[in-house]
T-cell receptor, first 107, second 112 residues
Framework: KNEVEQSPQNLTAQEGEFITINCSYS?????LHWLQQHPGGGIVSLFM???GKKKHGRLIATINIQEKHSSLHITASHPRDSAVYIC?????????FGTGTSLTVIP | EAQVTQNPRYLITVTGKKLTVTCSQN?????MSWYRQDPGLGLRQIYY???????DKGDVPEGYKVSRKEKRNFPLILESPSPNQTSLYFC???????????FGSGTRLTVV
């Protein structure tokens, strides 16, 4: 069972490119999180969304509740954005995770 | 500094030897949770707690125990570890609203 599906699994981009990572989910949710995991393993929460759109620096996250879909956009990508990006949904009191999108930004 | 502290960072143990991984947060978060991360499977929730003395099973609770006697601490207990519990473990906490979701640095456990 895959409550959360992410695409693409792997993504390589040139520095400066606009990047989109997609997340679809199949359960009713109260919130959706975008997480970033760096090669060292640490995980950071980037956004929590329950509706609409949020922006933080070069990162933009959107969610469409009706379509059960969220996107994470990175504008003007930089090599330091290289990481695994994980979509997580909160359904009831539990969290379900996508398997992540591995992003590599080449200088 | 607001943080979730997990210990130890690395642990190698033998099958059947009871162990505890500690997790502590200093943000007065109500919600705490344990996850394991395995290649190809991603993060999966083991147990979570909505507040003191309130815990519940996640997706993969078999072989694990937890307790929440104080708001700041949420230890993960493996009574009889087995090799299939070799994994990278994360503790995380947040306010009940979901805001401020913070992860610990992770514990890499190897059971031989």
């Amino acid at each position: 069972k895959n409550e959360v599906e992410q695409s693409p699994q792997n993504l390589t981009a040139q520095e400066g490119e606009f990047i989109t990572i997609n997340c679809s989910y199949s359960v009713g949710i109260s919130a959706l999180h975008w997480l970033q995991q760096h090669p060292g393993g640490g995980i950071v929460s980037l956004f929590m969304l329950s509706s609409g759109k949020k922006k933080h620096g070069r990162l933009i996250a959107t969610i469409n509740i009706q379509e059960k879909h969220s996107s994470l956009h990175i504008t003007a990508s930089h090599p330091r954005d290289s990481a695994v990006y994980i979509c997580a949904v909160k359904a009831g009191n539990q969290f379900y995770f996508g398997t992540g999108t591995s992003l590599t930004v080449i200088p | 500094e607001a943080q979730v502290t997990q210990n130890p960072r690395y642990l190698i143990t033998v099958t059947g030897k009871k162990l505890t991984v500690t997790c502590s947060q200093n943000m007065n978060h109500e919600y705490m949770s344990w996850y394991r991360q395995d290649p190809g499977l991603g993060l999966r929730q083991i147990y979570y707690s909505m507040n003191v003395e309130v815990t519940d099973k996640g997706d993969v609770p078999e072989g694990y125990k937890v307790s929440r006697k104080e708001k700041r601490n949420f230890p993960l207990i493996l009574e009889s570890p087995s090799p299939n519990q070799t994994s990278l473990y994360f503790c995380a906490s947040s306010f009940w609203t979901g805001h401020g979701y913070t992860f610990g640095s992770g514990t890499r456990l190897t059971v031989v």
